[in-house]
């Protein structure tokens, strides 16, 4: 059994989102002791001890989702994020954040998925926080929940384009120049891509 859990490989998705929801969090943080930020349903008491990383990890063994999922996760929290701008996501709300996007993008994506008893003990909350965060979420989103195979791949790059700068910049630390992207948010709309910085 023991050998089976550590043959488990997780998909370079789970570290491409925890490192940048991690930079996006921290930055947030220091935006947060210079400007007060509103508190949300999903904002906990504390911060939590469990690192973004170990959080996507334990989500993606135990909720059997499928990696897509993660991916149109990302891009449910960048229109929650866009559409509620004065919720940024820091270190005290990203969990909750990402267990009940996770929930919904697998409610929506996969045909086969557990119920929110189930993923509210994977995140650690109660069924009935669970059930709360989904519908704030499903409101906060507006209820805009298909995401187009080109709006699909676009996250997926630019994912994969923050990785490749972010291991550029571990070679070069001093490279200062390039200023900290805490988030795009991708019009569906239009040909070209709009960013937003999310404060």
Do not use: W
Request: proline residues 5%.
């Amino acid at each position: 059994m023991a050998d089976l859990e550590a043959t488990v490989v997780m998909p370079k998705i789970i570290t491409f989102l925890s490192s940048l929801l991690q930079r996006v969090a921290e930055s947030n943080d220091h935006t947060h002791q210079l400007h007060p930020q509103r508190i949300s349903v999903f904002h906990g008491l504390t911060r939590p001890n469990i690192s973004i990383q170990s959080y996507l990890e334990r989500i993606f063994k135990y909720a059997n989702c499928s990696p897509s999922c993660f991916v149109v996760a990302y891009v449910y929290l960048d229109r929650f994020a866009h559409k509620q701008p004065s919720f940024p996501i820091n270190s005290f709300n990203v969990h909750r954040l990402l267990i009940t996007s996770v929930l919904v993008s697998a409610k929506f994506l996969d045909d086969i998925y557990y119920n929110n008893a189930y993923y509210a003990k994977v995140g650690g909350i109660s069924t009935a926080e669970m059930n709360l965060l989904e519908v704030d979420f499903l409101f906060g989103l507006g209820f805009q929940l298909n995401v187009t195979p080109t709006t699909f791949n676009t996250y997926c790059s630019y994912l994969q384009r923050e990785m490749m700068q972010s291991s550029v910049e571990l070679d070069n630390p001093l490279n200062i120049s390039r200023p900290l992207k805490l988030h795009c948010c991708f019009s569906e709309d239009e040909s070209t891509h709009q960013k937003q910085l999310a404060v």
